[in-house]
Nanobody, 123 residues
């Protein structure tokens, strides 16, 4: 089992960038596919990006494709989400999540979650 802690959120102007990090405490981090999700007030938790255990396969929601990049460093037990060209509609709490096996794109497919980090994009 792994435990996840997100960091890197904050307030940024539209068009700006942020990099989120998700650190894992487990020694088996490389066994897990990782995902980023986000939840805006009053809305469901939505898929943002996912990466395979090796980092060789990534997948993005259409709304963030070409703006966000997911990556991982298994030596540091950390997954990242680089967010560029941010828009006000990207404002949400961002969560990282882990699952054994292959990448999936629905929150119900992930068993382990971090506490979330707030991202606010001002117009």
């Amino acid at each position: 089992q792994v435990q996840l802690v997100e960091s890197g959120g904050g307030l940024v102007q539209a068009g700006g960038s942020l990099r989120l990090s998700c650190a894992s405490s487990g020694r088996t981090f490389s066994n897990y596919a990782m995902g980023w999700f986000r939840q805006a007030p009053g809305k469901e938790r939505d898929f943002v990006a996912a990466i395979s255990w090796s980092g060789g396969s990534t997948h993005y929601a259409e709304s963030v494709k070409d703006r966000f990049t997911i990556s991982r460093d298994n030596a540091k037990n950390t997954v990242y989400l680089q967010m560029n060209s941010l828009k006000p509609e990207d404002t949400a709490v961002y969560y990282c999540a882990a699952r054994r096996g292959s990448s999936r794109y629905h929150p119900d497919d992930y068993a382990t979650w971090g506490q979330g980090t707030q991202v606010t994009v001002s117009s």
